[in-house]
Protein backbone atom coordinates (compact mmCIF):
# COMPACT_ATOMS: atom_id res chain seq x y z
CA UNK A 1 0.00 0.00 0.00
CA UNK A 2 1.13 3.30 -0.91
CA UNK A 3 1.68 5.59 1.71
CA UNK A 4 1.40 9.59 2.09
CA UNK A 5 2.92 10.69 -0.96
CA UNK A 6 4.18 14.31 -1.09
CA UNK A 7 5.65 16.61 -3.92
CA UNK A 8 7.72 18.13 -4.51
CA UNK A 9 10.68 17.24 -2.17
CA UNK A 10 12.69 20.26 -2.40
CA UNK A 11 11.63 23.74 -3.70
CA UNK A 12 13.65 26.90 -4.15
CA UNK A 13 11.82 30.12 -4.85
CA UNK A 14 13.28 33.71 -4.36
CA UNK A 15 10.99 35.58 -1.93
CA UNK A 16 7.45 37.20 -2.89
CA UNK A 17 7.22 34.04 -5.42
CA UNK A 18 4.32 32.21 -5.12
CA UNK A 19 4.95 28.18 -4.28
CA UNK A 20 2.30 25.44 -3.85
CA UNK A 21 2.82 21.76 -2.42
CA UNK A 22 0.80 18.74 -2.85
CA UNK A 23 -0.13 16.28 -0.65
CA UNK A 24 -1.76 12.52 -1.65
CA UNK A 25 -2.66 11.01 1.55
CA UNK A 26 -3.58 7.12 2.17
CA UNK A 27 -6.54 5.92 0.60
CA UNK A 28 -9.17 5.90 2.74
CA UNK A 29 -8.06 7.76 5.11
CA UNK A 30 -10.57 10.91 5.98
CA UNK A 31 -8.37 12.90 8.36
CA UNK A 32 -5.10 15.18 6.58
CA UNK A 33 -3.11 17.19 8.05
CA UNK A 34 -0.06 19.65 7.38
CA UNK A 35 2.55 20.93 9.88
CA UNK A 36 5.01 23.06 9.89
CA UNK A 37 8.87 21.73 11.00
CA UNK A 38 11.62 24.47 11.46
CA UNK A 39 15.07 23.08 11.91
CA UNK A 40 15.89 21.61 15.48
CA UNK A 41 12.16 21.74 16.24
CA UNK A 42 9.34 19.22 16.46
CA UNK A 43 5.73 19.55 14.01
CA UNK A 44 3.85 22.49 13.91
CA UNK A 45 0.28 21.93 12.75
CA UNK A 46 -0.94 24.40 10.30
CA UNK A 47 -4.18 22.97 9.56
CA UNK A 48 -6.40 19.41 9.90
CA UNK A 49 -9.28 18.67 7.59
CA UNK A 50 -12.10 16.09 7.96
CA UNK A 51 -12.40 14.90 4.77
CA UNK A 52 -13.08 17.99 3.00
CA UNK A 53 -13.64 20.46 5.35
CA UNK A 54 -10.94 22.88 7.27
CA UNK A 55 -11.92 21.58 11.21
CA UNK A 56 -8.46 23.37 12.29
CA UNK A 57 -6.97 26.40 10.89
CA UNK A 58 -6.78 28.42 13.79
CA UNK A 59 -2.34 28.27 13.08
CA UNK A 60 -2.60 28.98 9.19
CA UNK A 61 -1.54 32.63 8.92
CA UNK A 62 -4.49 33.56 6.26
CA UNK A 63 -2.56 36.98 4.67
CA UNK A 64 -0.51 34.78 3.29
CA UNK A 65 -1.33 31.11 3.13
CA UNK A 66 -4.01 29.04 2.21
CA UNK A 67 -4.85 25.08 1.58
CA UNK A 68 -7.73 23.32 -0.19
CA UNK A 69 -8.61 19.57 -0.32
CA UNK A 70 -11.18 19.12 -3.26
CA UNK A 71 -12.92 16.25 -2.74
CA UNK A 72 -11.88 15.13 0.39
CA UNK A 73 -8.61 13.40 -1.06
CA UNK A 74 -5.69 15.67 -2.12
CA UNK A 75 -4.87 18.79 -0.91
CA UNK A 76 -2.80 21.66 -1.63
CA UNK A 77 -0.75 24.07 0.33
CA UNK A 78 0.32 27.83 -1.02
CA UNK A 79 2.23 29.91 0.16
CA UNK A 80 2.03 33.43 -1.50
CA UNK A 81 4.14 35.53 -0.95
CA UNK A 82 6.21 33.53 0.16
CA UNK A 83 9.24 35.08 3.08
CA UNK A 84 12.49 34.14 4.22
CA UNK A 85 10.84 33.15 7.51
CA UNK A 86 8.91 30.20 5.70
CA UNK A 87 12.14 28.34 4.89
CA UNK A 88 11.28 24.65 6.54
CA UNK A 89 9.83 21.19 5.68
CA UNK A 90 5.98 21.07 5.27
CA UNK A 91 4.93 17.57 5.78
CA UNK A 92 1.59 16.03 5.23
CA UNK A 93 0.03 13.42 7.04
CA UNK A 94 -3.19 11.32 7.12
CA UNK A 95 -5.08 9.59 9.72
CA UNK A 96 -7.99 7.09 9.28
CA UNK A 97 -8.78 8.26 13.05
CA UNK A 98 -7.55 5.31 14.77
CA UNK A 99 -4.90 7.29 16.50
CA UNK A 100 -2.42 7.23 14.29
CA UNK A 101 -1.15 9.56 11.65
CA UNK A 102 1.08 8.94 8.52
CA UNK A 103 3.25 10.96 7.24
CA UNK A 104 4.95 11.97 3.86
CA UNK A 105 8.50 12.28 3.29
CA UNK A 106 7.87 16.18 3.42
CA UNK A 107 8.79 19.43 1.12
CA UNK A 108 11.39 21.09 1.79
CA UNK A 109 10.89 25.14 1.15
CA UNK A 110 14.22 26.99 0.52
CA UNK A 111 12.97 30.82 0.25
CA UNK A 112 16.64 32.99 -1.15
CA UNK B 1 -4.95 22.56 25.64
CA UNK B 2 -2.50 20.11 26.02
CA UNK B 3 1.54 20.67 25.86
CA UNK B 4 4.32 18.31 25.39
CA UNK B 5 7.79 18.56 27.25
CA UNK B 6 11.00 16.54 25.97
CA UNK B 7 13.57 17.04 28.59
CA UNK B 8 16.71 16.76 26.39
CA UNK B 9 17.73 18.36 23.22
CA UNK B 10 20.25 15.39 22.36
CA UNK B 11 21.56 12.23 24.37
CA UNK B 12 24.40 10.33 23.32
CA UNK B 13 24.65 6.93 24.18
CA UNK B 14 27.47 4.30 22.99
CA UNK B 15 26.40 1.28 21.23
CA UNK B 16 24.62 -1.93 22.73
CA UNK B 17 24.09 0.62 25.80
CA UNK B 18 20.30 1.48 27.14
CA UNK B 19 18.52 4.13 26.65
CA UNK B 20 16.05 6.32 27.84
CA UNK B 21 14.54 9.46 26.26
CA UNK B 22 12.13 11.50 28.63
CA UNK B 23 8.75 12.92 27.47
CA UNK B 24 6.40 14.87 30.17
CA UNK B 25 3.23 16.06 29.07
CA UNK B 26 0.10 18.14 30.32
CA UNK B 27 -3.44 18.10 29.80
CA UNK B 28 -6.41 18.14 31.67
CA UNK B 29 -8.42 15.43 30.35
CA UNK B 30 -6.70 12.16 29.76
CA UNK B 31 -4.80 11.74 26.36
CA UNK B 32 -3.69 9.24 23.96
CA UNK B 33 0.08 9.41 23.81
CA UNK B 34 3.04 9.04 21.18
CA UNK B 35 6.48 8.10 19.78
CA UNK B 36 7.57 9.14 16.54
CA UNK B 37 11.38 8.81 15.05
CA UNK B 38 12.43 10.82 12.26
CA UNK B 39 15.67 9.19 10.00
CA UNK B 40 17.40 11.85 8.25
CA UNK B 41 15.59 13.90 5.40
CA UNK B 42 12.53 11.23 6.30
CA UNK B 43 9.28 11.79 7.41
CA UNK B 44 8.29 11.04 11.08
CA UNK B 45 7.16 7.39 11.57
CA UNK B 46 5.56 5.42 14.21
CA UNK B 47 7.52 3.58 17.03
CA UNK B 48 4.55 3.30 19.28
CA UNK B 49 1.07 4.46 20.81
CA UNK B 50 -0.57 4.74 24.01
CA UNK B 51 -4.35 4.95 23.69
CA UNK B 52 -5.41 2.71 26.60
CA UNK B 53 -5.24 -0.64 28.80
CA UNK B 54 -1.66 -1.77 29.72
CA UNK B 55 0.63 1.05 30.52
CA UNK B 56 3.74 -0.69 29.13
CA UNK B 57 3.78 -0.60 25.60
CA UNK B 58 6.00 -2.03 23.06
CA UNK B 59 6.84 -0.75 19.78
CA UNK B 60 8.68 -1.57 16.56
CA UNK B 61 12.62 -1.97 17.05
CA UNK B 62 12.48 -2.97 20.19
CA UNK B 63 11.47 0.00 21.93
CA UNK B 64 9.26 0.47 24.61
CA UNK B 65 7.48 3.22 26.86
CA UNK B 66 5.53 2.89 29.74
CA UNK B 67 2.52 5.79 30.76
CA UNK B 68 2.68 6.90 33.82
CA UNK B 69 -0.44 8.73 34.85
CA UNK B 70 0.64 9.95 38.52
CA UNK B 71 3.77 12.02 36.73
CA UNK B 72 2.41 12.37 33.18
CA UNK B 73 5.23 10.75 31.74
CA UNK B 74 5.82 8.38 28.81
CA UNK B 75 9.06 7.82 28.48
CA UNK B 76 11.11 5.70 25.52
CA UNK B 77 13.38 3.22 26.31
CA UNK B 78 15.57 0.56 24.31
CA UNK B 79 17.71 -2.11 26.24
CA UNK B 80 20.31 -1.95 23.85
CA UNK B 81 20.76 0.46 21.27
CA UNK B 82 22.36 0.34 17.57
CA UNK B 83 24.27 2.50 15.50
CA UNK B 84 20.91 2.71 13.06
CA UNK B 85 18.57 4.10 16.21
CA UNK B 86 20.59 7.46 15.12
CA UNK B 87 17.38 9.75 14.52
CA UNK B 88 15.54 12.49 15.72
CA UNK B 89 12.63 11.40 18.81
CA UNK B 90 9.19 12.85 19.26
CA UNK B 91 7.10 12.51 21.94
CA UNK B 92 3.51 13.41 20.74
CA UNK B 93 0.19 13.93 22.89
CA UNK B 94 -3.36 14.19 21.22
CA UNK B 95 -6.82 14.74 23.22
CA UNK B 96 -8.69 11.24 23.23
CA UNK B 97 -10.58 11.91 19.91
CA UNK B 98 -10.49 9.99 16.88
CA UNK B 99 -8.15 12.24 14.39
CA UNK B 100 -8.01 15.06 16.57
CA UNK B 101 -4.93 16.98 16.32
CA UNK B 102 -1.67 15.64 17.23
CA UNK B 103 1.03 18.19 19.22
CA UNK B 104 4.37 17.07 19.47
CA UNK B 105 8.03 17.91 21.42
CA UNK B 106 10.70 19.95 20.14
CA UNK B 107 12.05 16.61 20.09
CA UNK B 108 15.64 14.78 21.46
CA UNK B 109 18.31 13.56 19.07
CA UNK B 110 20.01 10.46 19.91
CA UNK B 111 23.27 10.12 19.20
CA UNK B 112 24.79 6.28 19.20
CA UNK B 113 28.66 6.39 19.92
CA UNK B 114 30.75 3.82 18.39
Known amino acids: EAGVVQSPRYKIIEKKQPVAFWCNPI?????LYWYLQNLGQGPELLIR????????DSQLPKDRFSAERLKGVDSTLKIQPAELGDSAVYLC??????????FGQGTRLTVV | AQSVTQLDSQVPVFEEAPVELRCNYS??????LFWYVQYPNQGLQLLLK??????LVKGINGFEAEFNKSQTSFHLRKPSVHISDTAEYFC????????????FGKGTRLHILP
Open chain 2, 27 to 32: SSVSVY
Open chain 1, 27 to 31: SGHNT
Open chain 2, 92 to 103: AVSPPVMGDKII
Open chain 1, 49 to 56: YENEEAVD
Open chain 1, 93 to 102: ASSEGNGEAF
Open chain 2, 50 to 55: YLSGST
